[in-house]
Every structure is written in C-alpha cells, then in structure tokens.
C-alpha cells in the first residue's frame, strides 16, 4: 500500500511550503516534493516608482533580511545611474552589512541549528530550541546572543538611520556619514564580535566537533552532495559579502566561470516545474539535468559552504586560520557535506566581525565624501550582494526619468531550491525504509537537510500565528489518514 | 509605567498592513507620554528585543485563525495564543514571540507583565498590494477601540472607560 508523508510548514495553505514524501508499496521514499511559498506581484507592485524608493521598498519584501535588499537595491540603482559610489560610502555600506551578518548568522546558530547539535536531533521538541541551549549551555550564552543582537542592531541604526529596516543608501552612496564618536562606538562593539565569533567558533569545536556522533552525521553520506557552489569574491578570490564578481567552482573545485553582476543573464536561466510555483535557477552554460548531482547538472547552491568553496580564502587572519581548519578536518575542498554549512556559517561569521573592525578603523570613514550626486541618464543596473542565505541578485529597468519598468530579482533562497529538494530527497530516502517507523526525531532529521541552508519562509510568517507548526499525515493510496504525527502543534 | 502599542505586519503585504494601519489611526488617538504608539515589520526575537524597557504592551496583528469571519477583531492575552513552535521551527529564521519572551525573561530583561494582542482576523495574502480588503478596512474603527478599551482598563490609566475582557478573551484560539 503507498502513503504520502506531508511534513506541512503551514497547515492552512494548501499547496505552500510543505514537504510531500511519497512511499512507494514497500514503504521505501518514492519521491519528494518541496514547496516555497513565493510572494506574487512584486514587479508590478514597483513599475511606476522612482528607482530611488527601490531600496526602501525591496526590504519590505521579508523582514527576515531587510539589509540585504537594501544593500543590493542600492547596488543596482548605483548601477541604473551608472555610478561608482565614493569610498566612504561603499565601506560604510560594507560596515553596516557586516553587522547585519554578524545578527543574522548568530541567530541561525543559536536559535536554529545550535539546538540539533546541543540538545540532540532525537531531543524532545519542547527543549530542542533556543531555551534548551540556554539550559544545557549556561545562561552567559543567552546574554551573549542577545548582546551580538543588539551590537548588530546599533550599528544598522547608526549608519542605516533606524534599526532593522535601514534607509540612508541611496543611488551614489549614503544620505549621511558616520562622526568620530559614532566610529569609536562602532568600533568598540566590532572588537566584542571578534570575542564572540571566536566563543561561537569554541563552542562548535567543543559541542560538535568533539562528538563523534555529530561528527559522523556531518561528514556522513546522508548530507551529502556533489555540485557547482556560488560566491561573490573581491579581487583576490576572497569571501566578499558586499561587492565583487560571482565566482563558481564546479564538483571538483575547480573555478567554472567568474562573471561580474551584469552578466548574470548569461549564466543563470531558471527551471520550471508545474507542482510548484518558484522556479529552480540553475547554470545556464552546463543546462538543466534534473534533481541530480555532478558536473553535468547545472544545480549550483549558493550558502556560507558554498561561499567558502568558492573562494580561495578569508580576506581576515583569523576567518582564514579556520578556512584552513575546516578543510583540513573535513578532506580538503571543496567540501560537499551539507551539515558543515553550519561550521561555514561561523567562519564567516567571525570574517564578518574582523571585517567589521577593520572598516571602523579606516580613517575614511567618517570623511563627508559619502555621496555622488547622479549625472547621467538612468537606464538598466545590476546589484548584487551575498545575504546571509545565497546571492542576492537585483536586476532594474528605468525609463529616462528613473521611472521603474521592470524589475528581476533572484532571491538567495531561491538559489538553493533545487539542492535543497534534493537533500530533502536523499535524508528522506536514507532515513524513511521500508518498515521504519516515521517518529519525531526522524521528521527532525529530515527537516535537518533543509535548515543547513537557512531557507527564508519569512513572507510566509508575517500574520499571526507567525508560527509554523509541522504535520504529517500518513495517507493510504485510496487517500485514508492512517495516521497523523503533529509536530510543535499545541 | 510605561506602555508600547505596536501594529506588526508587512505594509505592502495587503490585508498584512492593518496592524500598521490600526496603530497609525491610534496614534492620533492617544496624546498621554507614557503611551508609546509605533509600527513594524519583525517577531520572534526581534519583536522581544523591541518590547524591553516597557511595563505593557499591546500587539496589532493580523490573523488566520479560520475560526471566524474575515474582519472579526478579537483582543486576548498573549498567553492565549498557542506557542506550537517551542520547536525551532516557528520561522524558518527564527523562534516565537513567546518562546523569546521566555529566553529574555530568563535573561532578566526588563520585559513587560502584560502584552496583550488585538487581532484581525484575515485570510493569509501573497500578493503584493498597499490596499486593504473591503472587510480588513471596515474592521480598522473595531480594532482601534479595542486598542482604546484595552488602554482604559491598564492599571493606573486615567481615561474613563474600562473594557470588560471576559468576553473577549474567552472562546479563543
């Protein structure tokens, strides 16, 4: 008898955001489906504004990574404008989003994937989250999470003018600069970062390094893919978050192409399938091979693993002394387990802090050179950045008076829809046999294959519950529940 | 004492919005120093962080509880609502409100003794839009007087009315 396993994100809505495992007759995993929910109508939502509003308005897509499309809103109306921003403006961008990082990588450790590791995937649901780690670990780590938060959430507001929702970048640089107290502020909160990324570091080597268990979770097969990995790199082929060319290695290492943002269209096309309404991005020049890994598939993933495969190092001492590290403990790059995405995320999130620091030390940065005041006629631009969970792509057209007329975004979760439905395929397959009994635990561990990359559902949590209670109904083939497992549901 | 009303949602979200547009309607309302009236787009932690420092709350949200027609305005404390997610789950990027209340409260933040959220009840929108379904509009005048009401029976409030909350917080969720 076939069933169909829905591990449903969000209950209400059918056809969003919800797992489907299908066993075939002998109970083994006949597929997979996953399904984003995806917000409609935002290009038409944008024809008709000023280009300038573009970056005020894309980081209202989700309030999960405001930063991040403001960051690369203001890229690409830099870009409509055909502007190089002055120095000052482009390093206090820099500095800004490197605080944002620091937030947001904290977050996703703590709060999201620390509590698999922590508390244990098998752990009960009720302490398998951010209070379990604060139990198990020591209060100090609570106060410390709340402090990076905070420091992060400063700095956004001093340089983006208000917390969260930044709005000073505008097309040429920044409506206003930083004053030599606010760098020594600044600066003072980057050195604690540095301390915490390095505690962060500490407390991965010590919790999950040195579990065996954990270990050989992380570099197991079930985790495992090989493909093409994306990340923008600055001049030296170093991890740049803010600026840079996008460099993509294929399954072996070896650099594939390094295109700069405006060629984007030569090297990404995107896949459509009819069960789903998000569309799967994939490389364009190798073409689109299906749901499978190697060289001839054009599936590429784009997260802190993959920024860091396609780089050739960390621009700071200290990230680098851990890139080193990490390929070292886990056989050299690049690295295909998806789970060390978890150890990449905080290399870079130390890179981020050290960034963080050097940008505030720069004497420039709080020269009033922040602005370059547009001169030409507005046409196309692209802006591109790295947020935290893939490469962020902007795409505006204008007419002559800066008028939006069509807008192209790539989201950085959209980049990893194909491998993370694979992932999801291959944890399902490995985990679900015939005759397993499907438990909490187990649904964990597949919900596992998808946190590594930081998925972004926030469009899909803004209205009350703002939960995301999972289901999963075992159904017979004729459509009867046999039985319902209710995860995180009251 | 010092109290923060906050309408939450995504403002071109469509019917997302009327937190937003509930608090902005209030604000005009509300002329006492001690009553901060603000909006934004953030839960979990975030939303946690944005409380501290204040005695009383009150969230403006909109809601899909399919319990009730779209339009209804229902106010209750948060306990009220179910915390599914103790799990990590409850954003893919983040945790509750309520789990994070618990994770600042441990941490000895100043975080208030009530929050209580006034909610419209509304379908779940995926369509970008700065327009309020007819229903969502209608419901903004009910949802500000319940803000009102709630701000009358708070401890200490001078204002004349105070809101019988047996029948409201009674037969939710």
């Known amino acids: 008898m076939s069933q169909r396993i829905t591990i449903d994100p969000i209950t209400r809505l059918e056809g969003h955001g919800k797992i489907e495992i299908f066993l075939d007759d002998e109970g083994n995993v006949e597929n997979t489906y996953f399904q984003i929910p995806e917000l409609r109508g ?50 206090l961008r820099e500095l800004l989003y490197s605080a944002f990082y620091c937030t947001d990588h904290t977050t996703h450790f703590y709060a999201l994937a620390g509590p698999d590791f922590v508390m244990g995937p098998d752990a009960p649901v009720a302490e398998r989250n951010i209070l379990g780690v604060i139990h198990k670990v ?23 003018g208000r917390k969260v929702h930044p709005c000073t970048s505008i097309p040429g640089g920044l409506t206003k600069g930083i004053t030599k107290e606010q760098q020594k502020e600044i600066l003072e909160m980057g050195k604690w970062a540095v301390d915490f990324a390095q505690f962060s570091l500490k407390l991965f080597n010590d919790i999950v390094l040195g579990n065996k268990t954990y270990l050989d979770l992380i570099v197991g097969d079930i985790y495992t893919h090989k493909t093409y990995y994306m990340g923008l790199v600055d001049e030296n ?32 096309a995107e896949h459509v399938e009819p069960w789903t309404y998000l569309k799967f991005p994939y490389l364009k020049n190798v073409g689109w091979k299906g749901f499978v890994d190697g060289k001839d598939s054009g599936v590429y993933i784009a997260t802190p693993l993959s920024r860091l495969n396609a780089a050739d190092g960390m621009a700071t001492p200290l990230a680098q002394e851990h890139f080193e590290k990490m390929y070292e403990t886990l056989g050299g790059k690049p690295v295909h387990q998806r789970l060390a995405t978890h150890w990449a995320r905080l290399i870079e999130l130390l890179y981020a802090a050290e960034r963080w620091v050097e940008l505030a030390s720069d004497p420039e940065i709080t020269s009033d050179n922040f602005h370059t005041k547009p001169t030409q006629t ?14 962020l792509t902007h795409h505006y057209w204008t007419d002559e008076r800066g008028v939006v ?65 999972l289901e999963v109904t075992l159904r017979s083939s004729d459509g009867e529940i046999m039985d319902v497992f209710k995860q995180f549901i009251a | 004492m010092k109290t923060l009303i906050i309408g939450l949602g995504n403002p071109i979200l469509g019917d997302d919005s009327i937190g937003w547009v509930v608090a902005e309607e209030v604000r005009k309302k509300v002329l006492d120093k001690e009553i901060e ?19 009383h709350v009150i969230l403006i949200d909109a809601i899909e509880t399919g319990q009730f027609p779209v339009g209804t305005v229902n106010s209750f404390p948060i306990e009220n609502l179910a915390n599914p997610m103790a799990g990590h789950s409850a954003s ?82």
């Open chain 2, 92 to 173: 893919t990027h983040d945790t509750t409100l309520m789990t994070a209340l618990q994770v600042g409260r441990q941490l000895q933040a100043h975080l208030p003794t009530t929050v209580m959220v006034v909610a419209v009840e509304t379908q779940i929108t995926y369509e970008f839009s700065e327009d309020l379904s007819p229903e969502a509009a209608k419901a903004a005048a009910a949802a500000v007087r319940q803000v009102l009401d709630l701000l009358a029976g708070l401890p200490g409030s001078t204002a004349a009315s105070s809101a019988d909350m047996t029948n409201r917080t009674s037969n939710l969720l």
């Open chain 2, 37 to 55: 009236v603000d909006t934004a787009a953030l839960g979990g932690i975030s939303l946690m962080e944005r409380l501290i420092g204040y005695d």
């Open chain 1, 138 to 160: 020591g209060l100090e780590i609570g106060g410390k999470v709340i402090q990076m938060r905070k420091y992060g959430h400063a700095v956004v507001e001093i340089i983006g």
């Open chain 1, 405 to 469: 007329t069509k807008v192209n975004l790539i989201v950085g979760t959209t980049n990893n829809y194909a491998p993370m439905s694979m992932s999801i395929n291959k944890a399902a397959s490995s985990l679900i046999k015939k005759g397993t009994v499907v438990n909490e635990g187990l649904l964990n561990m597949v919900e596992m294959a998808f946190r590594a990359y930081d998925p972004c559902f926030g469009c899909a949590t803004h209205s009350l519950p703002g939960q995301m209670p």
């Open chain 1, 378 to 391: 507005p046409t196309e631009g692209v802006g591109i950045v790295e947020a935290p969970r893939g490469t």
């Open chain 1, 42 to 91: 935002f290009e038409r939502f944008c024809v008709g504004r000023p280009v300038e509003e573009m970056p005020l308005l894309t980081n209202r897509i989700c309030g999960v990574c405001p930063e991040a499309h403001h960051m690369a809103g203001a890229k690409a109306a830099d870009a409509v404008y055909g502007i190089d921003p002055p120095r000052t403006a482009k390093m």
């Open chain 1, 237 to 268: 082929n170093h991890v740049n978050f803010y600026d840079g060319k996008v460099r993509v290695v294929n399954p072996d290492g070896n650099e594939y192409v390094k295109y700069a943002p405006s060629e984007y269209t030569q090297h990404i």
